[in-house]
């Protein structure tokens, strides 16, 4: 579904990721894990359309998007989570779903409001409050709500536990578990890699803009010291 | 009844205060522009008011007019100054409107000459009582209604309307907004129509209380708005409104009691300095 094949990024003269390449199907959760600074985020935001590639391709069911600007990633159903979840503090949590859905008919905006607010209770009981008032959690959930009510096929997620408190941050996993097995490709990026390794189906180690291992998620979860030997942990 | 009076001089200056510098906001807010050139939108606002008016008789067709032609031309400022600068330091953007600015002035001056015109038949001029011997001209009442439907018109198209809360949200964070299909060039454009022409508004509202435009006319709209904006917290819609009425009201009360050590500009700027040393980060910090 997600084909990513030998892309280099980077900001300026700076290579942050070097020739990286992997394939994900729907009802997966594709783990990035790797230390600070090793191209994660990189890898997401070119993902998601904020910074194109200088070489290589990303395709969506056979679909080149590589060159695509971030506004139309959503019509090959890639949504995006960012790091710091980035909320719209300014707007209600209400609002906020109403940009997530800014590309649908009014009727369905409406629809997904109410599917979204199933899965995210508490979001509903907020949904006047700004969102800038939430909780770091709840910031997150509302940043997943937002990401979902266009109805995604791939999900990108930034560091889903950062700077989240412990119950918060199994919620969040919990609600990840979830979409995958509704069908999503969830693309994670975490630094808390043990949380990362649970729930993935396939992992890959990013070592300073390189990817340094890929395998299964099992084979990660058995081999824990192939994981650990280049994160140094 | 000279408390009240003060009062309602000012809360007329502080709704064309509020209209001119609502624009810079939101120009601010969205590309990190201090847009100084804005009051030569305001000018010129004042300036096709006049004349549509004289040519016309009707006021109400001069302020469309100027509101809309204004409008646009505050896109194609957008578009031909400000957009292949959008990669350089904000600095860059600021130098060329100031050039901008100048060039304005002096365009007015060639077009319109340097005396300034007025209104052949000026509208509005009688008087109303409000009662208990307070008067109003029908002028003023027509500057703060005006003021108060179009931030009302405002309000509801950024809280009710999906452009407008897609608007909030580009302002709030470009890159994410346009992760979710909203389209970035549009709400930028958007935003430059709606600021100029509220300028524009502000000039004919200025002009109908002086019966005067003149070239430099925004030079002192141009510095007190940007004073304004700092004190409402750099790109805050309601701390520009509370500031711009603020403002307006110190310098009515101010020209009156203490009128003979500082004039009504010089306190405009007193304030400011006062007001921010108490509060650095501006009366309403954005979020």
Redesign the interface.
């Known amino acids: 579904m997600l084909s990513v094949k030998n892309i280099q990024c980077g900001y300026g003269d700076i290579v942050a990721v070097h020739d990286l390449s992997f394939d994900a199907a729907a009802g997966e959760v594709f783990a990035l894990i790797g230390a600070n600074g090793a191209g994660k985020t990189t890898t997401i935001m070119a993902l998601a359309g904020h910074l194109p590639p200088n070489q290589g391709s990303i395709t969506v069911d056979g679909c080149d998007i590589s060159a695509g600007p971030a506004r139309e990633r959503l019509q090959y159903g890639i949504a995006l989570v960012p790091e710091g979840r980035r909320v719209f503090p300014d707007l209600s949590v209400e609002d906020n779903l109403t940009v997530g859905g800014h590309t649908l008919e009014r009727a369905r905006l409406a629809t997904n409001r109410d599917n979204v607010y199933q899965i995210f209770p508490r979001l509903a009981e907020r949904r006047s409050q700004l969102a800038g008032s939430l909780s770091g959690g709840e910031q997150q959930m509302l940043a997943i709500a937002r990401a979902m009510m266009a109805d995604p096929k791939i999900l990108l997620v930034d560091e889903l536990s950062l700077g989240l408190m412990p119950k918060m941050v199994d919620e969040c996993y919990q609600v990840v578990d979830t979409l995958k097995k509704q069908g999503l490709l969830i693309v994670l990026v975490e630094q808390s890699t043990q949380r990362a390794l649970d729930v993935a189906d396939q992992v890959a180690v990013l070592e300073s803009g390189h990817l340094a291992w890929q395998g299964s998620g099992d084979e990660a979860r058995t081999d824990s010291s192939v994981v650990s030997a280049y994160l140094g942990t | 009844m000279l408390a009240l009076d003060l009062l309602l001089q000012g809360i007329v200056q502080g709704a064309i205060y509020a209209l001119i510098a609502l624009g810079l906001t939101l120009i601010y807010g969205l590309l990190r522009i201090l847009h100084v050139a804005h009051a030569a939108l305001f000018t010129l606002g004042g300036y096709i008011g006049v004349i549509v008016t004289n040519e016309t008789g009707s006021l109400p067709l001069a302020l469309i007019v100027a509101m809309v032609s204004v409008g646009l031309l505050g896109i194609v400022i957008y578009r031909l100054a400000y957009k292949p600068l959008l990669d350089q330091s904000p600095l860059v953007a600021l130098i060329a409107s100031i050039g901008l600015f100048i060039a304005f002035e002096e365009v007015f001056r060639l077009v319109f000459g340097s005396y300034g015109l007025s209104f052949e038949n000026p509208p509005l001029r009688t008087q109303v009582n409000l009662g208990g011997g307070l008067l109003i001209s029908h002028s003023k009442l027509l500057v703060i209604g005006m003021a108060i439907v179009i931030l009302s018109i405002l309000a509801w198209l950024s809280?009710r309307t999906?452009t407008g809360?897609?608007w909030?949200?580009t302002v709030?964070?470009s890159?994410?907004?346009?992760?979710?299909?909203?389209?970035?060039e549009r709400v930028r454009y958007l935003n430059f129509f709606i600021g100029s022409a509220l300028a524009a508004a502000a000039g004919v509202m200025v002009a109908l209380l002086t019966n005067l435009v003149e070239p430099t006319m925004g030079a002192v709209a141009s510095y007190k708005a940007l004073a304004i904006i700092v004190l409402g917290g750099l790109g805050s819609v309601r701390g520009t409104l509370v500031a711009s009425i603020a403002i307006g009201i110190v310098e009515s009360f101010g020209t009156v009691y203490v009128g003979h050590i500082l004039d009504r500009d010089a306190l405009a700027f007193a304030f400011l300095v006062i007001a921010l040393m108490i509060r650095p980060q501006g009366l309403f910090k954005a979020?």
């Open positions: 809280t999906r809360i897609a909030k949200a709030t964070d890159q994410i907004a346009s992760s979710f299909g909203i389209n970035i979020g």
